[in-house]
């Protein structure tokens, strides 16, 4: 029983990371993430290859890509614009 309650307090902790915090507010379309790419997808670069290295902040959730990789440090991407890359298409369609 103890193995079992440590499992599912460690997955919590792991769904708790990857998630939103009270402290980690994410634009649309976003998630807070303690290790996640540090060159992610992009409306104008979908396949990247990118070294294993961290960056803690904001990252699009899974079948989203940001506008334009326009990381900001200090703001840890809370300024991202996550779109589908069919909303990719459109904006490129209309510029």
């Not at 307090?9 to 939103?20: D, P, Y």
């Not at 670069?45 to 070294?51: D, G, L, T, Y």
Request: hydrophobic share 35%.
């Amino acid at each position: 029983m103890k193995v079992f309650l440590l499992a599912c307090l460690m997955a919590l902790a792991v769904v708790s990371a990857k998630g939103q915090g009270l402290n980690h507010r994410c634009p649309k379309n976003a998630v807070w993430d303690q290790c996640g790419v540090d060159c992610p997808k992009t409306c104008g670069e979908q396949e990247i290859k990118c070294p294993l290295k961290c960056r803690v902040g904001c990252e699009c959730e899974e079948g989203y890509v940001q506008v334009h990789d326009n990381y900001d440090k200090k703001l840890r991407g809370r300024d991202i614009q996550c779109v589908t890359v069919k909303d990719c298409e459109l904006m490129t369609n209309i510029d």
